[in-house]
């Protein structure tokens, strides 16, 4: 096959019939959409493309840059489309936790703004929110910048309407579940708007982290709720995946499939099963489901070797942070925000706010020292890095759901470790005014 452009290649990627000895169905076939057969290597080929086919030529004519909201696979398909138009482009996003994603944008020449303290997905209610600070930006480049804006973009779920669902149906026809995981949401819902248009009665299912877990491309519950754009009434179901499972589930895909994927593929293969294992024997016909493999496993290799060492012949550590378990997480002690202050005195804790250091600029807890989590998260790797097993610990957060983490792993290493209930937002709203700005 001999092609023009590279924009050729994306779209019509094939589907995979998982095997029934992977996936001990009897009367469902699970089938994979294989979106890294994409030229740029993932799902987001599509709407990248969607969003700018049309406007490239504009955009150059104006000599406008190009601008966007991703921690990944949607900055790294616009960088290379911009790159190949001779476009600038510019990455405001959370913090990126994923080493080869930062690389892989460093490397096709993006510029890329990080804002501390962050979250991962769309809060229009915060101002310092990567969208909110580009659409300032846009308004003050007095037409410089175009924004392709990905999270508010209706040509995100409507490009997957047109293509990737559209694929899905000349493939299989009607589908009877789709399972999918929660990230921005565009490709979930556009493809689901159509496949339920064929099939009305198709179950959607929603793939969500585990909670105050991490895995790329993937948000907890938490963060879908407090970034206000999760509408869980779409979903039938909603399951979640735990990391461990989810590298798991990379491991089956891999090993089993002979399919390099990432861990948002492998949460997708456990939670489609752990959904369709529970319902397959009550059916009584034939039925079809459908998940996505979003990407490929060499973007994250750093994130398999922090969690699974030996896999890469390196000695596992017992203890590490990232072997937390879940049963830590739920029995992990809280700190009610209602009698904080004065818990903290009579005990003489250590107040940990591990927000980025800008954010804690803007005020914090009262006498709080400032750690970020990427780098306390380094530091309690197995080992107690405070001083006395007996100082009482209280790690603070925006919502309460990252510090729970850090007070159970502080915990489990025989450490005292608390967590703020509700988080700093919760404290505030009980003691406003309250929060010290270091600042000063």
């Keep these: ?110 510029e890329l703004e990080e804002v501390s303290g962050a979250v991962s997905c769309f809060d229009p209610s915060d101002p310092r929110d990567p969208q909110n600070l580009i659409a300032r930006e846009v308004a003050q480049s007095r037409g410089k910048l175009f924004f392709t804006s990905q999270f508010t973009n209706q040509l995100n779920p409507q490009t997957h309407k047109e293509t990737t669902a559209e694929e899905i149906l000349r493939d299989l026809g009607p589908v009877d579940y789709f399972c999918s995981g929660l990230g921005t949401a565009g490709s979930t819902l556009g493809i689901a708007e159509r496949l339920k248009e064929v099939n009305p009665k198709m179950t959607l299912v929603g793939i969500a982290a585990g909670k105050s877990d991490f895995i790329p491309g993937i948000r907890t519950i938490d963060q879908l709720l407090e970034a206000g754009i999760f509408t869980p009434e779409k979903y039938d179901e909603i399951v979640t995946v735990e990391s461990g499972a989810a590298i798991d589930g990379v491991l089956t895909l891999i090993r089993e499939c002979a399919v390099l994927a990432g861990p948002s593929s492998g949460a997708h293969l456990v939670g489609s099963l752990n959904y369709l294992r529970k319902i397959d024997a009550t059916l ?4 079809t489901a459908v998940t996505i493999v979003c990407d490929r496993v060499e973007w994250y290799l750093s994130y398999l070797r922090e969690r699974r060492p030996e896999l890469f012949a390196e000695r596992p550590k017992p203890l590490s942070i990232y072997s937390l378990p879940s049963s830590a997480l739920l029995n992990a002690a809280s700190i009610s925000f209602k009698n904080t202050e004065q818990w903290v005195e009579e005990q003489k804790a250590l107040v940990v706010d591990i927000r980025a250091a800008v954010a804690f600029e803007y005020g914090s807890f009262p006498g709080a020292i400032n750690i970020p989590g990427e780098i306390l998260e380094k530091l309690l790797d197995a080992r107690n890095p405070f001083a006395g097993a007996e100082t009482p610990v209280l790690f603070v957060c925006p919502v309460g759901e990252q510090s729970r983490r850090f007070a159970a792993q502080l915990t489990r290493l025989g450490g005292k470790g608390y967590s703020l209930e509700g988080g700093l937002m919760a404290w505030r709203s009980f003691n406003p005014g309250r929060a010290s700005n270091v600042c000063e």
Excluded: H
């Excluded at 990944?72 to 994923?98: D, M, Q, W």
């Design 1 to 110: 096959m001999i092609i023009d452009d590279i924009t050729e290649t994306i779209g019509n990627t094939p589907l995979l019939r998982i095997p029934a000895g992977v996936t001990g169905l009897k009367n469902i076939s699970l089938y994979a959409k294989l979106e890294f057969f994409n030229p740029f290597g993932s799902l987001k080929d599509r709407i990248a493309w969607g969003m700018l086919r049309n406007e490239l030529p504009r955009i150059k004519e104006a000599a406008q840059g190009i601008i966007e909201n991703s921690s990944g696979n949607t900055a790294k398909a616009i960088a290379v489309l911009a790159r190949r138009a001779g476009i600038p482009f510019k990455v405001v996003s959370a913090l990126l936790r994923v080493k080869e994603s930062k690389d892989m944008l460093r490397l096709l020449g993006v």
């Design 284 to 287: 009584a016909r034939p039925a």
